[in-house]
């Protein structure tokens, strides 16, 4: 790997797109003296540059100084990187311990860390226990680590300020706002910020219960005015379903009935006086029969006639 100082035009070099998504320029007096000690004394470190995109590794407050300067060359180095991932973990690591970052800018990369290694696990990081793959270095080995470890470890973190940030980042924008000013003003210790952090997980917690509340409320009044639509308007048809089954029930026993009676009749000896006597009852039971068959056709059938 050849890794030594080359003069490289400015002209020729970017920073890294992804490199304000993480970091804020320097700026204020800050910025004023690192100008005027690079107009004075130059670049004194290399750049570090990604051979395959030719994006600004390490140095991007140095290549922005020389562009305001009008520097015209930079002294660099170019760096083979295994992927666009390893890039960027190199970016973030330079800068994290090249500027003095205050407790709560952590917190804020907490959440952008963490969704890139979940992202990178999820599409095959895994754990290491799960790969025959051998580890090749401890930057490697640490990819293997669970998300919480890894950005503990890159920003310089105890365990429980990467949980107490990774709440935080659980919360809406406008919540982690006012926490972020609420901390530029109180300026608190660690144990107080975490302490605000569970805080506003208790607000976040209760608020939750009282949304589920209402919306049981809102569900249980759902359903009583259902009921009342179906006492309503169910309840006639549940009223025509029960007279229907009855006389289901009644039509069936009483085709029964006929049935065996049918079969007595006709084994009957009839005489002409007993004819002429039962003429009108047999008349009768079957003019009967027939208002029956009419009403329950006009009732029952489409169009309601027979």
Same mark, same amino acid.
Do not use: C
């Given at each position: 790997m050849n890794r030594e100082v080359v003069m490289v035009s400015v002209s020729e070099l970017t920073q890294h *797109?992804?490199?304000? /998504?993480?970091?804020?320029?320097?700026?204020? #007096?800050?910025?004023?003296?690192?100008?005027?000690?690079?107009? #004075?004394h130059g670049i004194r470190e290399p750049l570090m540059i990604d051979r395959a995109t030719g994006h600004v590794i390490k140095g991007n407050q140095r290549l922005r100084a020389a562009q305001e300067l009008g520097l015209s060359e930079v002294p660099a180095i170019y760096e083979d990187y295994s992927s666009p991932e390893d890039a960027i973990d190199d970016l973030i690591r330079d800068n994290v311990m090249r500027r003095d970052l205050t407790f709560f800018a952590k917190y804020r990369l907490v959440?952008?860390?963490? #969704?890139?290694?979940?992202?990178?696990?999820?599409? +095959?990081? +895994?754990?290491?226990? =799960?790969?025959?793959?051998?580890? !090749?270095?401890?930057?490697n080995a640490q990819k293997f680590d669970p *998300? &919480?470890?890894?950005?503990? @470890?890159?920003? +310089?973190?105890?365990?429980?300020?990467?949980?107490?940030?990774?709440?935080?980042?659980?919360? *809406?924008?406008? %919540?982690?706002?006012?926490?972020?000013?609420?901390?530029?003003?109180?300026?608190?210790?660690? @144990? #107080?910020?975490?302490?605000?952090? &569970? =805080?506003?997980?208790?607000?976040? @917690? =209760?608020?939750?219960?009282? @949304?589920?509340?209402?919306?049981?409320?809102?569900?249980?009044?759902?359903?009583?005015? +259902?009921?009342?639509?179906?006492? /309503?308007?169910?309840?006639? &048809?549940?009223a025509d379903a029960e007279?229907?089954? &009855?006389? !289901?029930?009644?039509?069936?026993?009483?085709?029964?009935?006929?049935?065996?009676q049918a079969a007595s009749i006709?084994?009957?000896? %009839?005489?002409?006086?007993?004819?002429?006597?039962c003429a009108p009852i047999v008349n009768e039971f079957v003019k009967n029969l027939d208002g029956y068959k009419n009403a329950i056709l006009k009732k029952f059938t489409e169009g309601g006639t027979p």
């Open positions: *797109p992804d490199n304000k /998504k993480y970091f804020d320029d320097i700026g204020g #007096e800050l910025w004023k003296a690192f100008l005027a000690d690079v107009a #004075e959440a952008v860390l963490r #969704e890139r290694i979940e992202s990178r696990q999820g599409a +095959g990081g +895994g754990n290491f226990s =799960e790969s025959k793959k051998p580890r !090749t270095s401890g930057q *998300p &919480r470890d890894q950005i503990a @470890k890159i920003l +310089g973190l105890h365990q429980k300020d990467v949980a107490a940030a990774s709440i935080l980042s659980t919360f *809406p924008d406008d %919540v982690q706002k006012q926490f972020f000013l609420w901390a530029e003003e109180a300026n608190p210790s660690k @144990k #107080e910020a975490q302490e605000k952090i &569970r =805080e506003l997980g208790r607000v976040k @917690k =209760e608020l939750r219960e009282l @949304k589920d509340l209402r919306k049981l409320a809102k569900h249980k009044d759902e359903l009583q005015r +259902g009921m009342d639509i179906l006492m /309503k308007e169910g309840a006639p &048809r549940l007279a229907a089954a &009855r006389i !289901t029930q009644a039509m069936a026993e009483g085709w029964t009935w006929l049935q065996s006709a084994v009957l000896q %009839v005489t002409p006086s007993s004819l002429s006597a």
